[in-house]
Structures are given as structure tokens and as C-alpha cells.
């Protein structure tokens, strides 16, 4: 298979099948927004060539969410999830105003009835890009989130960067929906200890294959092996040795044969655990 330039050569295809569990098709898509991405018939033949076999696509806004619900219906191996990213909900609010942040909520919750959605997210407290003055709404958004993955029964998909502290506090007082993926582990060893001991699971993106990714391997041997799950994130944080290099689906086998490698297990009892508990986290699609 032919990829365009700039983009990493396929590599040696997984021994057995795994889905990946957060990426974004629809970001650099035809070279759109300003990211390197490839088209979603490319994307998802190149996965399938490495035995990605499925992917959930995650929506951050109400428009790139209607974008998961269509990609999800037109391709059998997609499944979609529909949310506001923490950043999107206080920009909304900043700019628009709070009506426009409750039509916003309102589509998402409409969106996420469909049958393809198989998660809401991804929602949760991001304090990297969000000052003082947006957190207010920050937080009301990522609790209606909660609220609505409990109504519907649908997986939660949680971003958290820098604010372990606050997603615990939120998640405890609102009270977690039966499913609970952190998406992009980001955590340390006590972390992982506080979210398994919750009964959540902890997805794994390229950034556990850096080489000053110290503590997050040492979180990986912490989470139980029926908690783990494996993410690109696309178009970002390609593993090594392709760090900073555009991402996609198919680049999945290098951060799972090393964290194989990490673990000492071998690749193929990794991707069945990993799959399944893929599958028990968001449904069979």
C-alpha cells in the first residue's frame, strides 16, 4: 500500500486483531485543518492491512461528532462516540455565550442516541489549555456528560490533562456510569491505582513509548490487564520511532508490541486481552 509523503511505512502486521479505541478520522482528513492526515478510505485499509480491525471515532465538538455518527454508519469497522471537549465547552460559552452552550449540549445529546454511538466523549477537565475563567463551564459540561452516559448507558470517555485531582473529585460526586475509559493515560502508578480501584479502564496512546515516558510505563504494570486498552489519538502522538510524525491507525502495532515488551508478555495474549476488553468497554460494533 502506497501512503503519502511524510507518513511512516506500515509496520509488521499484529499477530491477532485489536481495535483502537480513540482516533480521529475526520482531523487532516484531505488536508484539512491544518493537520497531516489521510483520507478515511486510506486510513482504515491501512489499519486493516495490520490487523486494526475496528476503531471508535471520537467526536470534540457538535460538528466533528455528526462527522463520528456518519463515518460509524457508512463503515461497519467504525463506531462512533459524540461529545464536547473540555476546551470546546468554555470556548462556546467565552465567545457565544451560555444559550449557544445549551443548544450545543442539546445536539450532543441528540447525536448520542443513535444506535452507532457506542460512548459519550470525549469529556473531562482539561487545565493545559483552559485558565480560571472557563473552568466553571468546563466542569458543568463534563458533569452533563456523566449525566448523559448514565441515562443512555453508554460508555464515558474521559480527557484529563493536569487535573487528576478535579476528574476524581467530579466523577466521585456525580457518581461513574458502569463504563469508564481514561483516554490517553496520563497518570502515574498512584493514578492508575485510584481509576482501576474504580473500575475504570486506562487506554494507552504512543506517548507510553517515549523514552521520557518513565512513569507512565511503570503506571502501565499497575493497571489490571482486563482495565488495559490501546489508542492512537490520530493525527497525534505517533509512537517512537516515529515521534512527531503525523499518526494513524495503523502505527497501533508498535505501541502494542511495546507495550508487550514492557510488560513481558508476549503480543499475542496482550492483543486478545486488549480486544476484548475493548469490546466490554464500548460494545461489539
Not at 485543518?33 to 486493516?48: C, I, M, R, S
Not at 443513535?114 to 493545559?128: H, L, N, S
Not at 472557563?134 to 463534563?142: I, K, L, V, Y
Amino acid at each position: 500500500m502506497t501512503l503519502p509523503a511524510g507518513f511512516p511505512p506500515l509496520p509488521e502486521p499484529l499477530p491477532a486483531p485489536v481495535i483502537d479505541s480513540h482516533c480521529h478520522l475526520d482531523i487532516g482528513a484531505d488536508g484539512r485543518d491544518g493537520e497531516p492526515g489521510l483520507d478515511v478510505d486510506t486510513a482504515l485499509a491501512a489499519a486493516e492491512a495490520v490487523g486494526i480491525d475496528g476503531v471508535i471515532q471520537v467526536g470534540v465538538d457538535v460538528a466533528s461528532s455528526r462527522v463520528a455518527v456518519r463515518l460509524a454508519h457508512d463503515w461497519p469497522q467504525v463506531a462512533a462516540a459524540v461529545a464536547l471537549h473540555p476546551n470546546e465547552a468554555p470556548r462556546i460559552a467565552a465567545d457565544q455565550g451560555m444559550p449557544a452552550l445549551e443548544r450545543a449540549w442539546a445536539q450532543i445529546a441528540d447525536l448520542a442516541g443513535d444506535a452507532r454511538v457506542v460512548a459519550i466523549g470525549e469529556t473531562g477537565m482539561d487545565f493545559f489549555r483552559t485558565d480560571e475563567a472557563g473552568r466553571a463551564a468546563q466542569e458543568e459540561s463534563f458533569r452533563r456528560h456523566i449525566r448523559l452516559a448514565k441515562d443512555l448507558g453508554k460508555a464515558l470517555v474521559i480527557h484529563d490533562r493536569d487535573a487528576h485531582a478535579d476528574i476524581l473529585r467530579i466523577m466521585d460526586d456525580e457518581g461513574s456510569p458502569r463504563r469508564v475509559v481514561m483516554h490517553c493515560f496520563s497518570g502515574d502508578s498512584d493514578f492508575a491505582r485510584e481509576v482501576t480501584e474504580r473500575g475504570w479502564y486506562c487506554s494507552f496512546a504512543g506517548v507510553v513509548t517515549f523514552k521520557n515516558a518513565v512513569e507512565l510505563r511503570e503506571a502501565l504494570h499497575v493497571v489490571p490487564r482486563d482495565r488495559l486498552l490501546v489508542e492512537t489519538d490520530a493525527p497525534f502522538l505517533a509512537p517512537v520511532p516515529y515521534r512527531g510524525k503525523p499518526n494513524a491507525s495503523y502505527l497501533i502495532p508498535l505501541t502494542l508490541r511495546l507495550m508487550a515488551e514492557y510488560l513481558g508478555e508476549d503480543v499475542v495474549t496482550v492483543c486478545d486481552s486488549v480486544r476484548a476488553n475493548t469490546i466490554e468497554a464500548f460494545g461489539a460494533f
